[in-house]
């Protein structure tokens, strides 16, 4: 408000499946709001980072995709954010555009810029750790390269969920090494999917975004009804007193 200039927002979304689903709308959703109030949105379509896959939230190796698989993801996820945000006023990245340019050096100074020690301070390979379950040395490039992106577009504040927490802290790591200014960090809570656990594409129990009308209806009455009240608050423009007459 100060400078007057608007912010550049960020947020990352990888095509490791062809659909979003309602996950993605809480993110989208603020991001639209932000929109409107005349900051500058980059959507980073992460067709690099699907290659590795996120770790977030993960207790198990994920399969690797290849890049045929991510580009015959890509090509539905850009109009399918449109639901949402105005595309003719985003700023629409992939993050392919920087890391398929870059060698052999190049990636090795990106794995000097944290230890194994920061690595594993987080949550999820701590679990898995003390459960014995493997950890990929490619998943611990999954922050750099989240963090790197920001480096790149120059981001001013991250959203995503709160199970990216993580994460988006190494792109203010790594802004501050470029002598950038440190994004801020915005997390919203996660929905629940149709099983109780995290709405995922990987868990099969998502409710896609432009799903047709009677199969997302369906899909949403297998929802416990106890759920409802996160579902209100994150997915319609009502207000609490409304959603809790409801």
Do not use: C
């Amino acid at each position: 408000l100060r400078t007057g200039v608007p912010l550049r927002i960020k947020f990352g979304m990888d095509p490791s499946s062809p659909d979003l689903h309602l996950g993605h709308a809480v993110q989208l959703r603020k991001l639209r709001d932000l929109q409107d109030l005349g900051h500058q949105i980059v959507l980073i379509v992460g067709d690099a980072t699907a290659m590795v896959g996120d770790p977030s939230g993960r207790n198990k190796l994920r399969p690797i995709l290849t890049r045929a698989d991510v580009d015959e993801n890509l090509k539905t996820y850009t109009s399918q954010a449109a639901r949402v945000l105005d595309l003719d006023k985003t700023e629409v990245r992939q993050n392919a555009e920087w890391f398929d340019r870059m060698n052999f050096e190049d990636l090795l100074k990106l794995t000097t810029r944290m230890t194994v020690a920061q690595m594993i301070e987080r949550d999820t390979f701590q679990t898995r750790m003390e459960a014995n379950e493997p950890i990929g040395i490619n998943e611990f490039l999954y922050p750099l390269m989240q963090g790197w992106d920001s480096v790149i577009v120059e981001s001013d504040l991250e959203l995503g969920g709160t199970d990216q927490l993580f994460n988006l802290l190494v792109g203010r790591r790594l802004q501050e090494q470029e002598n950038q200014r440190p994004q801020v960090v915005m997390t919203q809570p996660l929905i629940n999917g149709l099983d109780g656990r995290k709405m995922s594409k990987s868990y099969g129990n998502a409710v896609g975004l432009t799903a047709p009308a009677k199969e997302m209806t369906f899909r949403i009455m297998q929802v416990d009804d106890e759920v409802m009240p996160t579902w209100f608050l994150h997915l319609t423009r009502l207000s609490p007193e409304e959603i809790e007459e409801i």
